[in-house]
């Protein structure tokens, strides 16, 4: 892995970014609202208004930027016991096609869960396609019984997330 860097993202590499995750959409064939040069022009904009609370970790080969990973911070609710709260979310974990397979997307993990730790998160959630599920599992993610989700959005009901059946909160007695 010669002249491989794991780093967090510089300014001027926020395109590059932003075109990663272009080319991520085009690969999931998700149909653009906007064109790409729009798209980098507000992405760089949103990097740059959500710095605080979204971290950027690229990885780059001889300075080219080939994959990425995002940490999202969550301030929570403060509680006696702990005044100061916060959770993350590992978002938009990348790599580019040619460069898979050579464990950077484990890397890239691994950052992300350093970051997660010097920031003292209580949790670190992430929302994984089925096949990148292994390399969570193998940097100690798992499962969980009692994180739920849905979709405020979305018709009410199971499998409205395209994953399967969504789990919902029931009132007692409905």
Same mark, same amino acid.
């Given at each position: 892995?010669?002249?491989?860097?794991?780093?967090?993202?510089?300014?001027?590499?926020?395109?590059?970014?932003?075109?990663?995750?272009?080319?991520?959409?085009?690969?999931?064939?998700?149909?653009?609202?906007?064109?790409?040069?729009?798209?980098?022009?507000?992405? /760089?904009?949103?990097?740059? &208004?959500?710095?605080?609370?979204? %971290?950027?970790? $690229?990885?780059?080969? #001889?300075?080219? !930027?080939?994959?990425?990973?995002?940490?999202?911070?969550?301030?929570?609710?403060?509680?006696?016991?702990?005044?100061?709260?916060?959770?993350?979310?590992?978002?938009?974990?990348?790599?580019?096609?040619?460069?898979?397979?050579?464990?950077?997307?484990?890397?890239?993990?691994?950052? /992300?869960?350093?970051?997660? &730790?010097?920031?003292?998160?209580? %949790?670190?959630? $992430?929302?994984?396609? #089925?096949?990148? !599920?292994?390399?969570?599992?193998?940097?100690?993610?798992?499962?969980?019984?009692?994180?739920?989700?849905?979709?405020?959005?979305?018709?009410?009901?199971?499998?409205?997330?395209?994953?399967?059946?969504?789990?919902?909160?029931?009132?007692?007695?409905?």
């Amino acid at each position: 892995m010669n002249g491989i860097e794991i780093r967090p993202v510089r300014t001027g590499e926020l395109e590059a970014v932003a075109r990663l995750r272009w080319q991520w959409a085009k690969e999931r064939q998700r149909t653009p609202v906007t064109s790409r040069d729009e798209f980098v022009s507000r992405f /760089v904009t949103w990097a740059l &208004r959500n710095a605080s609370s979204h %971290r950027c970790v $690229v990885v780059a080969r #001889d300075d080219e !930027v080939i994959g990425m990973a995002w940490l999202a911070v969550t301030q929570r609710v403060p509680h006696p016991g702990a005044p100061e709260r916060a959770s993350g979310d590992l978002q938009c974990v990348y790599v580019s096609p040619e460069e898979r397979g050579g464990g950077l997307g484990g890397r890239l993990i691994e950052e /992300v869960l350093a970051l997660a &730790r010097e920031s003292g998160l209580e %949790r670190l959630t $992430v929302h994984s396609s #089925d096949a990148a !599920v292994p390399a969570y599992l193998r940097a100690g993610f798992s499962h969980s019984r009692v994180l739920l989700q849905t979709e405020p959005g979305a018709a009410a009901g199971p499998g409205t997330d395209g994953h399967g059946p969504v789990p919902r909160l029931v009132k007692p007695g409905q």
